[in-house]
């Protein structure tokens, strides 16, 4: 029986093109559709292989992509060559989605900018003085994330190769009957992986089984304990193995 899952943390096809963009070190101003498209689509197969629910959006990107890549194909003119009868000449069929990306850029990085301000203001009391030295000796468990941002494209990014390890290093065996394994079970086997290997493991490890339907609810696993804060992933430099360390709460009830 086919299953479909729905992740709503993804952001959008733009969010993804820039996160391409600056993982491969792309200028902005002059994407090498070719290369961008290619890169796209191997995202969008990974989320279907894994039976995530792409969001239309993300396939409108893709075509979006895909006609532009056929127009760069087509001959260029010289201006020597371009008579008074050719005055429609089509501008670069980049522009458009150039200036998106731009103006999605813009307002990325001014959401960053407000989410900064708002972390500040939750540090600002309306109260009378008083010694506040202990609080600020607290290290929040959001600062050992790492020297990097990892995203969920980061993440999904290590699923392409997971996936292609396990496809190569999997066994002839005979069909067997599907199991399904609660995310909150898996998510608990998880912790408990983490505990025994002094808090941190490889994001490849946390995968022992090929199967896809374990696959996608480890995936699925790991982003839940994400969202309650219970585990990072961290990354030392771009392009670097993923690690799954574990947060010690101390307000864990």
């Known amino acids: 029986m086919e299953y479909s899952v729905k992740v709503d943390a993804f952001e959008g096809p733009l969010d993804l093109l820039l996160h391409l963009i600056n993982r491969f070190e792309i200028d902005i101003y002059d994407i090498p559709v070719a290369t961008i498209t290619e890169q796209y689509m191997m995202y969008i197969h990974t989320m279907n292989e894994l039976q995530l629910d792409v969001a239309s959006e993300y396939l409108v990107m893709a075509a979006t992509l895909i006609q532009i890549k ?17 005055d429609d000449i089509e501008e670069d069929p980049r522009e458009q ?7 999605y850029r813009k307002f990325k990085e001014a959401a960053v900018e407000l989410q ?8 600002i009391y309306a109260k009378a003085p008083s010694n506040l030295q202990q609080i600020s000796d ?10 990097l941002d990892v995203s969920l494209y980061d993440m999904l990014s290590a699923l392409q ?3 292609k390890r396990k496809q190569l290093q999997k066994p002839a065996q005979a069909r067997v009957a599907r199991q399904d394994v609660p995310i ?14 002094k808090g941190k493991q490889s994001f490849y490890k946390l995968f022992p089984y ?4 374990h696959i996608v609810v480890t995936f699925l696993a790991i982003l839940e304990l994400m969202k309650k804060n219970k585990v990072i992933v961290e990354q030392s430099n771009n392009l670097d193995e993923l690690y799954v360390a574990y947060q010690e709460r101390n307000d864990e009830r």
């Open 161 to 163: 190769k997971l996936m």
């Open 97 to 103: 989605l150039m200036q998106q990306l731009i103006e």
């Open 116 to 123: 900064k301000l708002e972390e500040t203001q939750t540090h």
């Open 138 to 147: 607290e290290k929040s468990p959001q600062q050992d994330s790492g020297d």
């Open 184 to 197: 909150e079970k898996r998510m608990t086997e998880i912790v408990s992986v983490l505990q025994k290997t």
């Open 70 to 86: 056929s127009k760069m194909l087509l001959p260029t003119y010289d201006e020597d060559d371009i008579d008074d009868s050719m």
């Open 210 to 213: 090929p199967e896809r339907n």
